[in-house]
């Protein structure tokens, strides 16, 4: 009778607590809680697979030691002849003068010793080289671009506000997105996709931009865009400023970015907070630079180019750009996730429309509908009274099911409601077991009660038996499949644990309820 009394409260509590998880699943603003998430094949969606351009990261390492190479030989006071990038893999160095010659050598092995020597020529006063990663370091550095490349973009889709993304590396290169729920997938595609490389860098007055456009361009100087929009004609109009190529400033400094509004023309702008070392490099590129303009440059792209009035100490700028607040918000979301180690190419796109997901959605629960019917008019047929018993199981046993779903915040997919109709199937082998071995103890002649008792007994061993290596399987396949494969897995397991609480307790508990409290005489199975 205690252990009665206990198996009641037991359920009592599992029950109340799967209604409570999956009530607001159900009925929005019911009460704080958590429910059940659709996938992208039934709330639809989008689906992206990138590819990660890992050499243009082998490229942007090297062009970082060439800047290096001539900020420290300038730092040294060694000329160099010429100093350029080849094949975007190497780095072709030409010193002249012994007493250069000696100081660079020297600068090399003290500050660039990672960096190989692949060829090395010239007569004696000049000195030719050039300079590329190890094989090693450029296998690392590849490796470590995808990685990188995962975390960005998962940060940034965080930040966006996407339920339950499926984010994941698929071989070296590329990454696998699928974002349920998604509207415009263009916005999302230009959040997930952008570089995002923040540089500040001086504006070159000498010579107008115009001319520079036409070829005149200065060594060690670009040119670069910024696109306003015509308030009169709509159109976008390209201003070009000729700008050096060595970058002041990047983003790697930053630690935070955030949408304002300016308050004298009501415009939201970016503002940008960096680090303690950024911030002591912000305050001595402007106080070294007053008077002159500063390009704030995203990607190849200029947003603006302001005069520096004073120094500006405290680590804070502001990016401007005739932004509308969804621009600016995206913009200070890449901003704050980080850029991009390596550009990302789009190499396969879906999208999956609501509708689709709505039918997927119709389709299964009709076929949960129908499967569990037929469970439960074969169970009444064959087993009459005890027949009702499993059945009442059985509807349990799908609201637990939805319960975890919602409690662990799983996603429910259409492999997953393939799962769930599976499940209805196998919740009631385990009371088909223990029902065969009740009537094989009442055919010896056995009373109901010891016939229950036995037939419980009996058949748990076989039922955890059974019910273990299935769920071992649905593990295994939950730890190593990837989508649908992991969605079914979710609910084969959920599945499997309520169908062993339900026959072996909750089955279980009602047939002492008849028996012990309603003190029945006969047994209908």
Same mark, same amino acid.
């Given at each position: 009778?205690?252990?009665?009394?206990?198996?009641w409260v037991l359920i009592l509590a599992v029950v109340i607590a799967a209604m409570v998880y999956v009530a607001p699943t159900f009925k929005q603003g019911l009460w704080p809680g958590t429910q059940i998430n659709l996938g992208l094949d039934l709330q639809g969606g989008m689906?992206?697979?990138?590819?990660?351009?890992?050499?243009?990261?082998?490229?942007?390492?090297?062009?970082?030691?060439?800047?290096?190479?001539?900020?420290?030989?300038?730092?040294?006071?060694?000329?160099?002849?010429?100093?350029?990038?080849?094949?975007?893999s190497r780095i072709q160095i030409e010193v002249r003068g012994q007493a250069d010659i000696e100081a660079f050598e020297k600068l090399l092995d003290d500050e660039f010793a990672d960096l190989r020597i692949a060829d090395r020529s010239g007569g004696a006063d000049t000195l030719?080289?050039?300079?590329?990663?190890?094989?090693?370091?450029?296998?690392?550095?590849?490796?470590?671009?995808?990685?990188?490349?995962?975390?960005?973009?998962?940060?940034?889709?965080?930040?966006?506000?996407?339920?339950?993304?499926?984010?994941?590396?698929?071989?070296?290169?590329?990454?696998?997105?699928?974002?349920?729920?998604?509207?415009?997938?263009?916005?999302?595609?230009?959040?997930?996709?952008?570089?995002?490389?923040?540089?500040?860098?001086?504006?070159?007055?000498?010579?107008?931009?115009?001319?520079?456009?036409?070829?005149?361009?200065?060594?060690?100087?670009?040119?670069?865009?910024?696109?306003?929009?015509?308030?009169?004609?709509?159109?976008?109009?390209?201003?070009?400023?000729?700008?050096?190529?060595?970058?002041?400033?990047?983003?790697a400094y930053l630690t935070d970015a955030r949408v304002q509004i300016d308050s004298q023309y009501n415009e939201p702008y970016v503002s940008i907070t960096f680090d303690n070392k950024g911030a002591r490099l912000f305050e001595r590129i402007t106080e070294e630079n007053v008077?002159?303009?500063?390009?704030?440059?995203?990607?190849?792209?200029?947003?603006?180019?302001?005069?520096?009035?004073?120094?500006?100490?405290?680590?804070?700028?502001?990016?401007?750009?005739?932004?509308?607040?969804?621009?600016?918000?995206?913009?200070?979301?890449?901003?704050?996730?980080?850029?991009?180690?390596?550009?990302?190419?789009?190499?396969?796109?879906?999208?999956?429309?609501?509708?689709?997901?709505?039918?997927?959605?119709?389709?299964?629960?009709?076929?949960?509908?129908?499967?569990?019917?037929?469970?439960?008019?074969?169970?009444?047929?064959?087993?009459?009274?005890?027949?009702?018993?499993?059945?009442? $199981?059985?509807?349990?046993?799908?609201?637990?099911?939805? @319960?975890?779903?919602? =409690? *662990?915040?799983? &996603? #429910?997919? %259409?492999?997953?409601?393939?799962?769930?109709?599976?499940?209805?199937?196998?919740?009631?082998?385990?009371?088909?077991?223990?029902?065969?071995?009740?009537?094989?103890?009442?055919?010896?002649?056995?009373?109901?009660?010891?016939?229950?008792?036995?037939?419980?007994?009996?058949?748990?061993?076989?039922?955890?038996?059974?019910?273990?290596?299935?769920?071992? $399987?649905?593990?295994?396949?939950?730890?190593?499949?990837? @989508?649908?494969?992991? =969605? *079914?897995?979710? &609910? #084969?397991? %959920?599945?499997?644990?309520?169908?062993?609480?339900?026959?072996?307790?909750?089955?279980?508990?009602?047939?002492?309820?008849?028996?012990?409290?309603?003190?029945?005489?006969?047994?209908?199975?």
């Open positions: 009778m205690k252990n009665f009394s206990w198996q689906h992206l697979v990138l590819e990660v351009d890992a050499d243009k990261a082998v490229e942007s390492t090297l062009e970082r030691y060439l800047q290096e190479i001539r900020s420290s030989s300038r730092r040294e006071r060694i000329r160099l002849a010429a100093v350029d990038m080849v094949d975007g030719q080289m050039v300079l590329d990663l190890p094989d090693e370091e450029v296998a690392h550095i590849k490796k470590l671009a995808t990685g990188q490349a995962l975390e960005t973009i998962r940060n940034r889709i965080d930040q966006f506000g996407v339920s339950e993304p499926d984010i994941r590396r698929q071989g070296e290169r590329r990454i696998l997105i699928q974002l349920p729920g998604i509207s415009d997938t263009e916005r999302a595609k230009e959040l997930i996709g952008r570089t995002a490389l923040l540089e500040f860098k001086l504006v070159d007055e000498t010579i107008d931009p115009q001319e520079a456009e036409k070829g005149k361009v200065p060594p060690g100087t670009e040119v670069l865009y910024e696109t306003r929009q015509d308030p009169a004609t709509n159109r976008e109009i390209k201003i070009p400023y000729l700008v050096e190529e060595r970058t002041r400033l990047t983003g008077k002159e303009r500063l390009a704030i440059v995203l990607d190849d792209n200029i947003y603006s180019a302001p005069v520096i009035q004073e120094k500006i100490s405290g680590g804070e700028a502001r990016i401007t750009g005739n932004f509308t607040t969804e621009e600016a918000r995206d913009l200070a979301i890449v901003l704050r996730a980080g850029a991009l180690p390596a550009p990302v190419e789009i190499i396969e796109e879906r999208t999956v429309g609501p509708s689709l997901g709505t039918d997927s959605i119709r389709k299964g629960l009709l076929s949960m509908i129908v499967g569990g019917i037929l469970v439960v008019l074969f169970m009444v047929f064959y087993y009459r009274g005890a027949g009702l018993i499993a059945d009442t $199981a059985l509807m349990l046993n799908i609201v637990l099911i939805a @319960g975890g779903l919602a =409690g *662990f915040g799983a &996603t #429910l997919t %259409l492999p997953g409601i393939a799962g769930i109709i599976l499940t209805i199937g196998m919740a009631v082998d385990a009371n088909v077991l223990i029902f065969e071995r009740i009537r094989e103890e009442m055919r010896l002649g056995k009373t109901p009660r010891a016939a229950v008792e036995a037939g419980f007994s009996r058949a748990t061993l076989t039922i955890l038996d059974a019910n273990v290596t299935t769920l071992i $399987a649905a593990l295994v396949l939950f730890q190593f499949g990837t @989508g649908p494969v992991k =969605g *079914f897995a979710v &609910t #084969l397991s %959920l599945g499997v644990i309520s169908s062993l609480f339900t026959a072996l307790i909750l089955s279980r508990a009602i047939f002492d309820y008849l028996l012990l409290k309603r003190k029945v005489k006969s047994l209908s199975i």
